[in-house]
């Protein structure tokens, strides 16, 4: 099992321009979600998705958008790049077993996104 | 917003030495979970904490969850260099399964 894959490592965009960074999972994992990770503030939650067909906003969703049409894909577009978005990208999934508290989450290896 | 404060954030120490992370928040939370990050990859799961005063050891780690699950600890003891990295805190949310908050991080080296 290849786990989340993150596509693609590093990309640079200029202010304005649109992107989307892609996230795979091979485990058959319901819930996903999407990180960003800036110094001094551990991870904050973007989206996050309980199952195919369902999304849901985090801490800090303003400039994102994401989709799940898969159980297996949760893409994050960008809409309008903004040097405030700069930051490492992670993404993340995990199980449910229903009535156990802290099912890990299996993080992937980050985008780090730069916008100038 | 719930927030989980951590301390130190910057922690340098020499082999053989122990020290304590700190959690904090004012928030209560279902469970606690405790990852570790090295640079250029993403967190793994170190140990997850359910029950207020829990005590969790995975060798020379010692993980505490405190009486009333607002705040936790980690102590390592006799650290090594392969114990350092970015430590991440992140508390569950009663009723939003998997929807976790994470706390601050510290950064701990060890050294020769």
């Known amino acids: 099992n290849a786990g989340v894959t993150q596509t693609p490592k590093f990309q640079v965009l200029k202010t304005g321009q649109s992107m989307t960074l892609q996230c795979a999972q091979d485990?058959?994992?319901?819930?996903m979600s999407w990180y960003r990770q800036d110094p001094g503030m551990g991870l904050r939650l973007i989206h996050y998705s309980v199952g195919a067909g369902i999304t849901d906003q985090g801490e800090v969703p303003n400039g994102y958008n994401v989709s799940r049409s898969t159980t297996e894909d949760f893409p994050l577009r960008l809409l309008s790049a903004a040097p405030s978005q700069t930051s490492v990208y992670f993404c993340?999934?995990?199980?449910?077993?229903?009535?156990?508290?802290?099912?890990?989450?299996?993080f992937g290896p980050g985008t780090r996104l730069t916008v100038l | 917003t719930q927030l989980l404060e951590q301390s130190p954030q910057f922690l340098s120490i020499q082999e053989g030495e122990n020290l304590t992370v700190y959690c904090n928040s004012s928030s209560v939370f279902s469970s606690l979970q405790w990852y570790r990050q090295e640079p250029g990859e993403g967190p793994v799961l170190l140990v997850t904490?359910?029950?207020?005063?829990e005590v969790k050891k995975l060798k020379r780690l010692t993980f505490q969850f405190g009486d009333a699950r607002k705040d936790s600890s980690l102590h390592i003891t006799a650290a090594q260099p392969g114990d350092t990295g970015l430590y991440l805190c992140?508390?569950?949310?009663?009723?939003?399964?998997?929807?976790?908050?994470f706390g601050t991080g510290t950064r701990l080296q060890v050294t020769l």
């Open positions: 904490v359910v029950t207020g005063g």
């Open positions: 485990m058959n994992h319901e819930y």
């Open positions: 993340a999934s995990s199980y449910r077993i229903w009535g156990r508290k802290g099912n890990e989450q299996f």
């Open positions: 992140a508390g569950e949310n009663t009723g939003t399964a998997s929807k976790l908050t």
